[in-house]
């Protein structure tokens, strides 16, 4: 998780506030209206909020975040 909070240190306050409330709404598996989609090749899903890209696995009832990263071209290079 301290890749996490670093990240967050250094976000804008609508960043922020955009990625928390959508992290609070995985973790409590509220899942209806958010942008997400399994990704190619693996049980991976990934939900998008705004520039930034939540991966994160499904396992039973509850959701696993691996990491959340800004959206470029090497996004989802290195996932497994």
Known sequence: MDKIKKLFKKLSV?????????LELLIVNNLAGLDIKKLAGG????LRV???RIIF????????VYEIR???ENTYQGLA
């Not at 609508?14 to 959508?22: H, K, P, Q, S």
């Not at 049980?43 to 990934?46: E, I, M, S």
């Not at 696995?57 to 696993?64: G, L, M, V």
């Open 43 to 46: 049980n991976l899903c990934r």
């Open 70 to 72: 800004r959206r470029d």
């Open 57 to 64: 696995k499904r396992r039973n009832a509850e959701n696993i």
């Open 14 to 22: 609508t960043d922020r506030i955009a990625l928390a409330e959508a």
């Open 50 to 52: 705004g520039n930034f």
